[in-house]
């Protein structure tokens, strides 16, 4: 299925995907490292090597991408090459970390053996990471779908503004993985009074970090389409269309923390209900509903529409738990 009736952006995307889908080991190896290392508290150098992978994508893509030096010209393939480059890097590092340094977790092959029970347990309480995760994907997909009867400038427009909603979004959700362990470490030790500590001051966090980043998208939608070289045609739909959009960061937020205390306290279909709810069960009806109803602005509204509705739900699952006395 063509997101684009653009031949030249449907080659272009095949070269690209071509390269980064088949390459994704070494960036899923890292951040199973990654999240090993934070959870015996150590959150600097899981950073940093992330870091260092990012610099070298930055620092590759316009050698690989224009041919600058002693490197080729590999056009957009140079572009995903320095992106597995990144990947690469950061699972050579993580590694050095894991099996060079002292660690409290150490790797000893001699005593691995599986274990079933833990196994099911693992993959029981990451579903709902899992599922946010992936929904993520299929939304993009999903608005593309939509946005493909307008023109390849609107879905060109959704990819930027998406990479700046992924700049907010994912600095907050670095404070709400930060909260998570501390949940679910004083749920395991059955101190209720910190673990409900713990969710009302990274509600409150991530609720003023939501309202700076709706703020910032407000006040300067110009300027972070112009990072993206935005054209005429896409700044003349694009800044009232950021703006919009901007306004379901307000109730993302608490829903998705919300989601988070469910799976911390092991309320895991709580949490992945929550997920639905935001990235399909009400956006796929809004944007088919909306669309409808405003053409493209009606896409733009889905998304407060259904992070309102998200929120909505959310809180009225988290009162019939506390209505049934086991939160």
């Not at 088949?22 to 600097?44: E, L, R, S, W």
């Not at 320095?82 to 050579?92: C, E, K, P, Q, R």
Request: some cysteine; charged content about 10%.
């Amino acid at each position: 299925m063509h997101l684009t009736n653009n031949e030249e952006i449907y080659q272009l995307s095949l070269a690209y995907m071509s390269i980064c889908s088949f390459m994704q080991i070494p960036n899923m190896v890292h951040i199973a490292i990654q999240k090993m290392i934070q959870a015996t508290g150590n959150m600097i150098a899981p950073m940093w090597f992330q870091i260092a992978g990012v610099v070298v994508n930055f620092v590759f893509d316009p050698l690989l991408i224009f041919g600058i030096g002693v490197f080729p010209a590999m056009g957009i393939r140079g572009a995903a090459v320095a992106t597995v480059a990144g990947y690469l890097l950061s699972m050579i590092l993580a590694f050095a970390l894991l099996l060079g340094k002292k660690q409290k977790v150490r790797i000893k092959i001699k005593e691995f053996h599986i274990q079933k029970w833990m196994i099911a347990r693992i993959f029981a309480l990451g579903l709902p990471s899992f599922i946010m995760n992936a929904l993520s994907s299929f939304m993009v997909t999903f608005v593309n779908l939509f946005l493909v009867a307008y023109s390849d400038t609107a879905i060109a427009f959704f990819g930027a503004y998406f990479k700046v909603q992924q700049l907010i979004v994912m600095t907050v959700n670095g404070l709400i993985q930060g909260c998570l362990p501390i949940m679910r470490f004083n749920y395991g030790a059955g101190n209720r009074d910190r673990l409900h500590s713990a969710f009302r001051y990274g509600t409150a966090l991530v609720s003023g970090m939501m309202i700076l980043g709706t703020l910032t998208v407000n006040f300067f939608p110009a300027q972070l389409l112009e990072l993206f070289t935005a054209s005429e045609a896409m700044r003349s739909f694009g800044i009232s269309a950021m703006r919009i959009m901007a306004a379901s960061y307000l109730f993302c937020g608490l829903s998705t923390m919300i989601s988070t205390y469910f799976q911390a306290t092991e309320k895991v279909g709580s949490s992945i209900a929550i997920q639905l709810c935001r990235q399909l069960l009400f956006l796929v009806p809004a944007l088919w509903c909306l669309d409808k109803l405003f053409q493209l602005n009606g896409i733009w509204l889905a998304f407060p529409v259904a992070e309102t509705a998200t929120m909505l739900i959310a809180l009225v699952i988290m009162a019939w738990h506390r209505h049934k006395n086991i939160l």
